[in-house]
């Protein structure tokens, strides 16, 4: 795992020195270089990422351990600056990274970002659907919770990892090669499923769903599609006695570097499969 770090100037003194126009110009790397590598292809390094809600926690992990195996990786954060800040964690890695606005409840922001990644990098090789949202409360039960609640939970959930997925498939076609990781949680799974925040549970049988729907689909355009659980729990979104918080990138990291041969339409943790 990448280590995260901190240093002696500030954020804002750093960033000046290595950003400029759209973004990633970081250490003396330039776009074109960066195009170049992510055509290159081959094993990990060269390939370019992006990770959706990768500004903190687990998103930020993932970042981190991606451009440690020499990827290019797209940190996509709703708020750009927020971006700009959590980079400078990476230490040495954040050279690797660069942050684009990202809010997958926009149709206009993941179009946006398709067509730069398009355009700037040659397209996308590896996307990592971590952005999540927790709006039950604890006491929450599927006869009372708020239908407001769970629309705006799927709209983020569900709705905006497909919408990415949608805009971010034409790239992988057209190298013919893509892994898409879709962290789910267990709490999504239908055999051990019971009461208790209904709207993310149910949230996360539906992206569990859509996993093995486009792993069907796209099994013959050289795209492997999984969903993972990263931990016991996975939740760093906000404290809950129901749920126990976890920082493991080491299933979302193995599933977005397997190989041509690797499996696809899985739900894993640890590595190991997981009953739907």
């Known amino acids: 795992m990448c280590p995260l770090r901190t240093s002696g100037t500030t954020p804002a003194q750093r960033l000046r020195t290595r950003y400029r126009g759209d973004g990633f110009v970081l250490r003396g790397v330039e776009h074109d270089e960066i195009a170049a590598a992510g055509r290159r292809g081959g094993g990990p390094a060269g390939r370019v990422a992006l990770v959706s809600g990768g500004n903190r926690g687990l998103g930020l992990r993932i970042v981190g351990s991606l451009a440690e195996r020499g990827m290019r990786v797209v940190l996509g954060s709703r708020s750009v600056r927020n971006g700009q800040v959590a980079i400078e964690l990476l230490g040495d890695l954040a050279g690797r990274v660069a942050v684009r606005q990202l809010d997958v409840t926009d149709a206009a922001s993941v179009a946006r970002l398709a067509s730069w990644l398009d355009r700037r990098l040659g397209g996308c090789d590896v996307l990592v659907n971590n952005c999540a949202v927790l709006f039950d409360d604890d006491g929450d039960t599927a006869a009372r919770v708020d239908p407001d609640v769970v629309s705006r939970t799927l709209q983020t959930n569900l709705i905006g990892t497909w919408r990415l997925t949608q805009a971010i498939v034409p790239l992988m076609r057209e190298r013919r090669y893509g892994r898409i990781v879709n962290i789910s949680s267990g709490l999504g799974s239908l055999t051990s499923m019971r009461q208790g925040l209904p709207a993310y549970r ?75």
């Open 202 to 276: 149910v949230s996360k049988t539906a992206v569990n769903a859509l996993t093995r729907v486009l792993a069907d689909e796209l099994a013959d355009d050289g795209i492997l599609v999984n969903a993972c659980c990263p931990g016991p729990a996975r939740l760093e979104l906000r404290e809950s006695p129901l749920i126990e918080a976890s920082v493991s990138v080491d299933t979302p990291v193995w599933l977005a570097t397997l190989p041509d041969d690797g499996p696809t339409g899985g739900f894993y943790r640890d590595r190991s499969s997981l009953p739907w």
